[in-house]
């Protein structure tokens, strides 16, 4: 497929078999401003999003945190700060994160950025100031794909029932993976008035500890409508921040028996995340892992190179990391806030 337009040629696909065209390649024809070019073709870029899931964008230069703000800022409507993510980040610009801080040795099971919270990104964008020596690759999944290959029980249990996500921050008890943050990290001040607000209008419940720590709960979707086109998105974090998805480096047999060990050491409750149905109830093992060897058999992956950027419908494409060695920069920023009124979307 070749698609030539006056900034960027369509270089291909990132993957592409009989059912399905994934994630476009693009490459520059001439040296180009990218943010110019995004402003010059957003109303195509909008519409390969929705096609595709994302956009790769190669042989631009976004290799720098203030090149990376401003491409970003053309690619959306409206920044969105990380305020209250599950991951711990670092801020390297306004509204530029590094992608995560997460130790080099575990992988990161691909997700949706956010899908626990009451309002979430509706693009997603990544870009490569440095790659990893080894390793450190994105494995990316078609969420149309993930949808289609779910038993529809599942998809159904997950829309009826939703998911809630306890979260104990920095007292919780875990892997050393570098996950658990601190309710000042994590809500970015270290204010209790103003995490109070901000939970207050995110939905989500509080409980100071006696410890000077915070326990929180939200309840958020299992099933999400695409706020453009209306298609059931399998939207939740559950296959991820449950007990058994704790990532270790070691074999999936060496990850049970220790989250067994955690599981008669600690009540789930001291877990830094608590997973559960909406309603309280308890979630199968095997219908999470059957989620997670889905993501599996769907993803896809790349290099990165210096100066890619990333442009992602954050309800259409999951992302990853895999492990690696070496140094690596990858930043991210989040833009086009997006939640829902009842059935209506609410996005920028
Ligand atoms: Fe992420």
Known sequence: MIVRLPAFTVAGTLSSDAR??????????????LAAALRLHSRWISEMLLAYG???????????????????EAAYERAMPYTGGNLPRQTVEKGVYTSDEISSQYRITPHYAMSYARTWPARLAFACV????????MPLCSGRRLMKHLHPKIVDEFERRRVSYVRMYADGVGPATNQRQTWAQCYQTESRTDVETFCRLNGIELEWLPSG??????????????????ERIFFNHAHLLHTSAWPTAESDATRAAAIRQFLTTFPEEKAYYNVTFG??????????DEVRRVIAEARVTFDWQRG?????????????????????????????????????????
């Open 308 to 348: 890619d950027f990333l442009l992602l419908d954050n309800m259409l494409v999951l992302h990853g990391r895999e492990e690696f060695s070496g140094d690596r920069l990858i930043l991210s920023a989040h833009g086009d806030p997006c939640s829902y009124k009842g059935a209506a979307p609410l996005c920028a």
């Open 279 to 288: 309603d309280g109830g308890k979630m199968s093992v095997p219908v999470l």
């Open 54 to 72: 994302g956009i790769l964008f190669r042989g631009f230069g976004v290799d720098s945190p203030s090149t990376m703000r401003r491409v970003a």
């Open 20 to 33: 399905e065209d994934f994630l476009l390649v693009v490459q520059p024809n001439e040296p180009v401003d």
């Open 130 to 137: 440095t790659p990893a020596k080894r390793g450190g690759r």
């Open 213 to 230: 720590g915070l326990r929180t709960r939200q309840t958020g979707h299992g099933v999400a409508p695409h706020p453009i086109t209306g």
